[in-house]
């Protein structure tokens, strides 16, 4: 089993920055991906970004040029930084990770935080 825990999001204005943290604790596999979706209710669940454990990121189009996920495998840890926020990323984020386990993967899904991006 892997737990996530999640911490950020919130409110803010269109243009702010929030940054969202991801902490991951349990059977953690040697090689694994982890990072972000985002859903808001009525449309699919959208890559926000992840990186994997050997640190190659991986960004949805929407999101390009504005965030920046990184990690600290020490702490398995993904942090997102969101810069210049519109209102359309308003929505619920869930950390998202993957790990492989031998021959087999596993997913696992943080609670998910709310981020609005509202004047």
């Known amino acids: 089993q892997v737990q996530l825990v999640e911490s950020g999001g919130g409110l803010v204005q269109p243009g702010g920055s929030l940054r969202l943290s991801c902490a991951a604790s349990g059977n953690i596999a040697s090689i694994y991906v982890m990072g972000w979706y985002r859903q808001v209710p009525g449309k699919q669940r959208e890559l926000v970004a992840h990186i994997t454990s050997a640190g190659m990121p991986n960004y949805g189009d929407s999101v390009k040029g504005r965030f920046t996920i990184s990690r600290d495998n020490a702490k398995n840890t993904v942090l997102l930084q969101m810069n210049s926020l519109k209102p359309e990323d308003t929505a619920v984020y869930s950390c998202?990770?993957?790990?492989?386990?031998?021959?087999?993967?596993?997913?696992?899904w943080g609670q998910g935080t709310q981020v609005t991006v509202s004047s």
């Open positions: 998202w990770y993957r790990g492989s386990y031998g021959p087999y993967s596993q997913d696992y």
